[in-house]
């Protein structure tokens, strides 16, 4: 719990520095509001992802003052974590690296975690046996592949503020959780450190919006989660790894469904970005209904309010796989359970008939006669 608190402090600090400093750097701030995905209307700083990564690195330099060990592992990690980080911030900057540049670099850092922490995925579980993959030329391609896809989802819920940012805190708490009940302490001080860091930044990022995660927050967010969760899958052969795949279904199977999506549906190129992801259309086609002005502030409360849904629905599979580590045979069920609901509830919407539970009472003003109205 003390490098929770000690990230979320040094995260809430460097965040709001960064926050007061930024505006002096016109490289650093996103002030593109006409893209697809925007929903913002002024210019903010996108460079959130850098107080994150400080914090985490001096987080682990006082862990290793404690437990030299542990605090060692972490900054392996983040060494190798530097080359994912990297590709993104300097996309924040520059706007100039492609998605398939980032793509690479993540996977290259995935390929160190591989080296240096056997961070590597070596089984995948069934009802009542399990497979053992004991060959380089299957491992390493499946790893790297696995954690740049980790990395690149979190970055594709990326949309309103506090999304990303608070289903990655759940699902790190989660993996402190599971690393507590295994007895694997790094795992468990890792997963909490990134999580406090998380949190601090997400003090300025929900719901007001002050700073954004940016590319770099996104690509270093999935890369430790993706890292994390395979250690301590492929460290503790008591968790599943079906406790992987559910704890991070939420932003693996939006990916899977956007490139289906583009490519199949739409015929378009998977890597051209679109406004009809699963949280664009809640915001779009309930949100926006139930908060009808037009001006700055009503967009404002109106990106709040899109998050709350999907933290919710991201539960659906966070909870049962904390719950359920051990058991593989539910946690495919609960695996199958949350596909099927998120392709209900996407056709739904889109086909305007959101499910009535959903949907938020409209604002009404006030009533000039009476002096009251419904808020």
């Known amino acids: 719990m003390s490098s929770f608190l000690i990230s979320f402090i040094a995260s809430a600090l460097l965040t709001l520095f960064i926050i007061k400093r930024a505006h002096l750097h016109e490289a650093a701030l996103d002030s593109d509001l006409s893209g697809v995905q925007k ?47 990297g590709g993104g911030i300097v996309e924040d900057f520059t706007k100039n690296v492609s998605p398939r540049r980032r793509l690479l670099l993540t996977m290259a850092a995935a390929a160190l975690g591989y080296a240096m922490l056997d961070a590597r995925i070596e089984r995948l579980d069934w009802i009542s046996s ?42 790190l708490l989660s993996l402190g959780y599971v690393a507590w ?3 694997d302490t790094f795992i468990l001080v890792a997963a909490f450190i990134v999580a406090g860091a998380a949190a601090g930044f997400l003090m300025w990022n929900y719901p007001a919006g002050m700073i954004f995660l940016g590319d770099g927050g996104a690509y270093f967010l999935g890369f430790m989660l993706g890292e994390l969760v395979i250690m301590l899958v492929m460290r503790n052969p008591q968790v599943s790894s079906w406790y992987a795949l559910l704890l991070l279904i939420y932003p693996v199977f939006e990916t899977l469904f956007s490139v289906y999506r583009r490519l199949f549906v739409r015929g378009k190129s998977p890597g051209m970005p679109d406004g009809i992801h699963l949280h664009s259309l809640i915001f779009r086609r309930i949100v926006v209904w139930a908060v009808g002005r037009r001006d700055a502030r009503a967009l404002l409360v109106r990106n709040a309010l899109t998050s709350p849904y999907l933290w919710l629905f991201s539960l659906m599979a966070v909870v049962p796989a904390t719950l359920f580590w051990r058991h593989t045979w539910l946690l495919m069920v609960f695996c199958l359970l949350f596909v099927t609901s998120y392709v209900w509830l996407y056709v739904r919407i889109v086909r305007f008939k959101s499910p009535r539970w959903m949907i938020l009472g409209k604002r009404k003003k006030k009533s000039p006669k009476s002096g009251f109205g419904d808020q």
């Open 39 to 85: 929903v913002h209307v002024a210019a903010v700083p996108r460079i959130g992802g850098a107080s994150i990564f400080l914090a985490v690195v001096f987080a682990s330099v006082l862990a290793m003052l404690r437990t030299p060990s542990i605090g060692q592992g972490v900054l392996l990690l983040l060494l190798c974590s530097a080359v994912a980080f």
């Open 130 to 171: 399990e497979w053992e993959l004991n060959y380089v030329w299957i491992t390493l391609p499946l790893t790297m592949i696995a954690v740049a896809g980790i990395a690149n989802a979190v970055n594709i819920i990326d949309g309103f503020n506090g999304l990303a940012t608070m289903v990655t805190i759940c699902m």
């Open 181 to 183: 009940q295994v007895d």
